[in-house]
T-cell receptor
């Protein structure tokens, strides 16, 4: 079945450093979504990418969808302590369900 | 505008008991998804339901687990004869339209039910 892999599993940065998480799917995706889950909280939708090569920005967050629509990345510029949490990508490949990656847990040292 | 509601937020059961988890989707949403999350793990899809219909239950264990979304009332995830391995956070999400290839709507997650089996 469809698999979505994320790396790294953990990332610890100093406040102000950049952070990137990568997502790879075993199959071509119709679209990809990104979610953030704070410690003890629930996943919160961040963004959806649909087009091949698409790039979207939300303040310090930049999301990319690969040309082949099999990979994606989330980049955070100049991390802040409020960025702490686990970032999940979720791919939808036409099977009417989202397949989530295992997430990248980000910790930020002030 | 109330979000997705789940109750209870925390549930403790002894081995062999039944666990009932409830989810009320956002107003106007008719599609419900259940996920299980183990500590330090991602979200694993369990089941996708519409009102009175199970659309996809491919992620649900064949035994002891069942789900429903009746015409009236919340969606229920039921786990019979719980075992320690069932301990996890169970999240419900809702969306206003179905996941159709290329037309995926945002899923709104509830706060989850943390199930602990003693």
């Amino acid at each position: 079945g469809q698999q979505v892999m994320q790396i790294p599993q953990y990332q610890h940065v100093q406040e102000g450093e950049d952070f990137t998480t990568y997502c790879n799917s075993s199959t071509t995706l119709s679209n990809i979504q990104w979610y953030k889950q704070r410690p003890g909280g629930h996943p919160v939708f961040l963004i959806q990418l649909v087009k091949s090569g698409e790039v979207k920005k939300q303040k310090r967050l930049t999301f990319q969808f690969g040309e082949a629509k099999k990979n994606s990345s989330l980049h955070i510029t100049a991390t802040q302590t409020t960025d702490v949490g686990t970032y999940f990508c979720a791919g939808e490949g036409g099977s009417e369900k989202l397949v989530f990656g295992k997430g990248t847990k980000l910790t930020v040292n002030p | 505008n109330a979000g997705v509601m789940q109750n209870p937020r925390h549930l403790v059961r002894r081995r062999g008991q039944e666990a009932r988890l409830r989810c009320s989707p956002m107003k106007g949403h008719s599609h419900v998804y259940w996920y299980r999350q183990l500590p330090e793990e991602g979200l694993k899809f369990m089941v996708y339901l519409q009102k009175e219909n199970i659309i996809d239950e491919s992620g649900m264990p064949k035994e002891r687990f069942s789900a429903e979304f009746p015409k009236e009332g919340p969606s229920i995830l039921r786990i019979q004869q719980v075992v320690r391995g069932d301990s996890a956070a169970y999240f419900c999400a809702s969306s206003p339209i179905a996941l159709v290839a290329g037309v995926t709507d945002t899923q709104y997650f509830g706060p989850g039910t943390r199930l602990t089996v003693l």
